[in-house]
């Protein structure tokens, strides 16, 4: 799993925005999570570029499992979707409601995920 470890306005979080190595399973979140806790940090951004195209498509059931790991550890996740074709029917439905809570959430630009994260 490729990731940056990012400090800013002294705090640190894990950037995920590999194309080469996408998450593609519950495996992935757990090395992302491990990640975590070798940096010190329970805050990970991760880019589009960086998820299946599964993750998107809610059927799949990837989003969730993904999610639920990350939840579990009690890691703070913004997901960074620049594309608004991946933001329709059930998947936008699903980002207005998680939008709403403090463990994920999906923003249109890395500044804005950055300031969620220092106001966390």
């Given amino acids: 799993m490729d990731y940056a470890v990012i400090e800013k306005n002294n705090?640190?979080?894990?950037?995920?925005?590999?194309?080469?190595?996408?998450?593609?399973?519950?495996?992935?979140?757990?090395?992302?999570?491990?990640?975590?806790?070798?940096?010190?940090?329970?805050?990970?951004?991760?880019?589009?570029?960086?998820?299946?195209?599964?993750?998107?498509?809610?059927?799949?059931?990837?989003?969730?499992?993904?999610?639920?790991?990350?939840?579990n550890y009690h890691i703070n996740v913004a997901a960074v979707i620049t594309d608004s074709q991946k933001m329709k029917g059930k998947f936008k439905e699903f980002s207005a409601e998680s939008n709403k809570g403090n463990s994920f959430r999906i923003f249109d630009s890395k500044n804005e995920a950055e300031n969620w994260f220092l106001s966390l």
């Fill in 11 to 71: 705090r640190k979080y894990i950037e995920c925005a590999s194309v080469e190595t996408p998450i593609r399973n519950e495996q992935d979140a757990l090395d992302l999570i491990a990640a975590c806790f070798e940096n010190d940090t329970n805050l990970v951004m991760i880019h589009m570029q960086a998820l299946t195209e599964d993750f998107f498509r809610l059927g799949t059931g990837l989003a969730g499992s993904i999610l639920q790991k990350f939840t």
